[in-house]
Antibody, heavy 119, light 107 residues
Framework: QVQLVQSGAEVKRPGASVKISCKAS????????IHWVRQAPGQGLDWVGM????????TYAQKFQVRLTMTRDTSTNTVYMELTSLRSEDTAVYYC????????????WGPGTLVTVSS | DVQMTQSPSSLSASIGDRVTITCRAS??????LAWFQQKPGKAPKSLIY???TLQSGVPSKFSGGGSGTVFTLTITGLQPEDFATYYC?????????FGGGTKVEIK
């Protein structure tokens, strides 16, 4: 089974950018799509976007289109999520999760990265 | 976007009870529906996909049903480890969308 290791917690000022990572174990990196889902404190789950590590193609939630970039480094089996122009409402735990295909559900989740946006 | 509505938002139940959570989609999503369990401070765990297929290792006390726009998650013989928040999610179309969650608490 794939293992996902996420980068550590971040604290950012409003207006700044954050780039967090999700490293997948094993040689199955190109076999999965990687989704990012966030959860604000005490709130529900909110889908952010998805990257296909094999070709690097991405699909983003409309509300993040302008501020969001997902990339991957196939040499290290790592995907990155960068969110710019941060505001307090972006404070959340950001999870990465694997999915077997474009129209399949994310089935295995990483432990999450807390991003705090505060002045 | 497909809106997912879960009910109830919370429920209280006793050990050994059977509970059912309902999830409604704003349009037909066929059987492209997943259920997740989340405990405080932990990542969500996938329980069911394709509306009724259990993920490997998930006990048969969990069952899912429905298709189209109405879906259910049933948990039989509630145990202390089952008290958690449950989310439905559709993956028929992008953006993927989640229900608001159902918190199952001990009565």
């Amino acid at each position: 089974q794939v293992q996902l290791v996420q980068s550590g917690a971040e604290v950012k000022r409003p207006g700044a950018s954050v780039k967090i990572s999700c490293k997948a174990s094993g040689n199955t990196f190109n076999n999965y799509f990687i989704h990012w889902v966030r959860q604000a404190p005490g709130q529900g789950l909110d889908w952010v976007g998805m990257i296909n590590p094999s070709g690097g193609t991405t699909t983003y939630a409309q509300k993040f289109q302008v501020r969001l970039t997902m990339t991957r480094d196939t040499s290290t089996n790592t995907v990155y999520m960068e969110l710019t122009s941060l505001r307090s409402e972006d404070t959340a735990v950001y999870y990465c999760a694997t999915a077997a295909g474009y129209y399949t559900s994310p089935d295995f989740w990483g432990p999450g990265t807390l991003v705090t946006v505060s002045s | 976007d497909v809106q997912m509505t879960q009910s109830p938002s919370s429920l209280s139940a006793s050990i050994g009870d059977r509970v059912t959570i309902t999830c409604r989609a704003s349009q037909d999503i066929s059987n492209s529906l997943a259920w997740f369990q989340q405990k405080p401070g932990k990542a969500p765990k996938s329980l069911i996909y394709a509306a009724s297929t259990l993920q490997s290792g998930v006990p048969s006390k969990f069952s899912g049903g429905g298709s189209g726009t109405v879906f259910t998650l049933t948990i039989t013989g509630l145990q202390p480890e089952d008290f958690a928040t449950y989310y439905c999610q559709q993956y028929k179309s992008y953006p993927l969308t989640f229900g608001g969650g159902t918190k199952v608490e001990i009565k």
